[in-house]
């Protein structure tokens, strides 16, 4: 009788991982700004949900529960390559590499300027404009207020807009995050 539990929910999670796993790929990728570490951030956050399913599956939103855990293993990787970039600048010259007009500019803009924002700001804004969370699926994902959320995604969206220029118009910076987001799957909810 066990195996029928278990069966049953090997089955829901399967299906769960099958509607979620790009939109949970495309998440890591927004916010971390590496494709190649997406995929990898999407598994390890659907590795550790299958490990706690029993407790996932009995929530009353198990996808906030999942873009959180995505959200909270991007915020570590971006941490520990912060802690690794700061090792090798001791050793290394600080000079700055810049290319001068990118191939795709207005996605290239809006990525640099993602990645600029602090992690709160930029998953806000990311979630809300990229992914069209609401403000309350946006709070459970990161584990916040809706005030932080609304406050987050104003100042992240007033940042944005500063350090994009005049190219920074709102339609523009949401189809620019669109289309970088879109390239590791489509939009799933």
């Known amino acids: 009788m066990g195996t029928v539990v278990d069966d049953a929910a090997a089955a829901e999670f399967h299906a769960f991982f099958e509607r979620h796993y790009a939109e949970l790929a495309r998440l890591a990728r927004l916010l971390t700004g590496e494709p190649d570490a997406a995929d990898d951030l999407a598994a390890d956050a659907l590795l550790a949900l299958w490990h706690r399913w029993g407790r996932v599956r009995a929530a009353d939103h198990p996808v906030a529960y999942a873009r959180g855990v995505v959200a909270n293993l991007a915020r570590t990787r971006i941490r520990s390559a ?22 795709v500019a207005g996605v290239v803009d809006v990525q640099e300027a993602l990645g600029r924002l602090p992690f709160r700001k930029r998953a806000c804004v990311v979630l809300r404009h ?37 190219q920074g118009d709102p339609r523009r910076m949401r189809a620019a995050m669109a289309a970088r987001g879109g390239e590791s799957g489509g939009r799933n909810r």
């Open 82 to 103: 912060v802690r690794e970039r700061r090792r090798i600048a001791l050793f290394w010259s600080h000079r700055e590499e810049r290319t001068e007009n990118p191939d």
């Open 130 to 166: 990229a992914f069209d969370l609401s403000e309350k699926d946006t709070a459970l994902a990161l584990g916040v207020s809706v005030g932080t959320v609304k406050s987050q995604t104003s100042k992240g969206m007033a940042e944005l807009q500063r350090l994009l220029g005049p």
